[in-house]
């Protein structure tokens, strides 16, 4: 059988800091706790949780930005698998080629002193995807008119774009090496809500036509469900439910998808006015200290057996089919 394209296990990566003045004491933020998931070919894996879970930090993991402290990350784009974190010197070429990331904020992952031109033609020079001047030039603008910019704006520079025109030059640029797996870090939270549904309509096109498989890291379980195929809810550095994306949004079996699910807005205002809202009490626990047992058990509205949920940590485990769950209502 065919492996999946990207398999992830145990992944943990922490970032160590020192506090006190005269007396060092070392700290550990736990970014990524434990985490682990494969991604099949031309599938979506959505990642979803509140800010400061770390679905970015994981994200830039994934794609080499941070090196991980433990686990590992399996990457099969032609049948050889690659070991990611350890990779040989032959093997970062293809890395590269083959997992592309496009980040949250256009404005700040976009380098404001160079034209489109550069910013996109940069990863056609570095993997030497293009011979000369000409044959780059042209690559960059059929890039531009896939996202649907127009030739012209190739001599313009990122502040003469707009929010979601930026969104665009960045996945230009994730495009450019034909990569099989683009991880989306937040792609609509910093553009208008008019132009979402644009952005993600192209995501979804782009896909179909290059045969792609995505990592969509959202807060906005609705967007999510809508574009992914598989749904992972991320809560203080760990996945707590995970499964088929129609399973996790029509019957959430967590109390932390539950609680995020029941803040969806609805579009009849009979049902929305109705419907029963889970206020989850406190805040996001801190990721350096993070609570004993189940990490969600101080904001938990569903304890079954508080001693245990305090002193014991739940395993995801599968409830049913192409549905897990880490909790101890289901053991």
């Known amino acids: 059988m065919d492996r999946p394209l990207l398999e992830v296990k145990n992944l943990t990566k922490y970032f160590s800091f020192q506090r006190g003045l005269f007396r060092k ?5 736990r970014a990524v706790d434990d985490v682990s998931f ?11 949780g509140e800010s400061g879970c770390g ?34 010197d032959d093997e970062l070429k293809t890395i590269r080629k083959t997992i592309q990331m496009v980040f949250q904020d256009p404005q700040s992952s976009l380098n404001p002193r160079w034209p489109i031109r550069n910013i996109v033609g940069e990863p056609l020079e570095i993997l030497k995807l293009t011979r000369g001047r000409k044959e780059k030039e042209s690559r960059v603008i059929e ?4 996202v649907g910019l127009k030739p012209e704006h190739i001599n313009r520079y990122p502040h003469e774009f707009s929010g979601g025109q930026r969104q665009r030059i960045g996945i230009a640029r994730a495009l450019a090496s034909q990569p099989d797996l683009i991880v989306l ?6 553009v ?30 609705g967007v999510v469900h809508h574009m992914a195929d598989e749904i992972a809810v991320q809560y203080l550095g760990q996945i707590v439910e995970y499964g088929d994306s129609e399973k996790v949004f029509n019957n959430p079996l967590h109390p932390y998808t539950k609680a995020l699910l029941s803040a969806l807005p609805v579009a009849d205002p009979e049902f929305e006015a109705h419907k029963k809202r889970i206020i989850l009490k406190g805040t996001l626990p801190n990721a350096i200290n993070p609570p004993s047992g189940c990490r969600f058990h101080t ?4 304890l079954v057996d508080e001693k245990r949920c305090k002193s014991e940590c739940p395993m995801l485990r599968e409830v049913e089919k192409d549905h897990k769950v880490a909790c101890w209502i289901y053991d």
């Not at 870090?185 to 910093?190: I, L, M, R």
């Open 25 to 29: 004491e070392t700290f550990y933020l």
């Open 38 to 48: 494969s991604l099949e070919r031309k599938k979506t894996l959505g990642i979803v």
């Open 55 to 88: 679905k970015t930090t994981l994200g830039k993991t994934l794609v080499g930005l941070y090196k991980p402290d433990s686990g590992s990350i399996t990457l099969t784009p032609d049948g050889k698998s690659i070991d990611m974190v350890n990779p040989k």
């Open 143 to 146: 890039l531009l008119e896939t």
């Open 185 to 190: 870090d937040e792609p609509t939270s910093a």
């Open 192 to 221: 208008d809500v008019s132009v979402q549904a644009q952005v993600l309509n192209l995501l979804r096109d782009l896909q179909k036509e290059r045969n792609m498989s995505y990592i969509f890291i959202s807060h906005d379980l």
């Open 299 to 302: 904001r938990c509205q569903e």
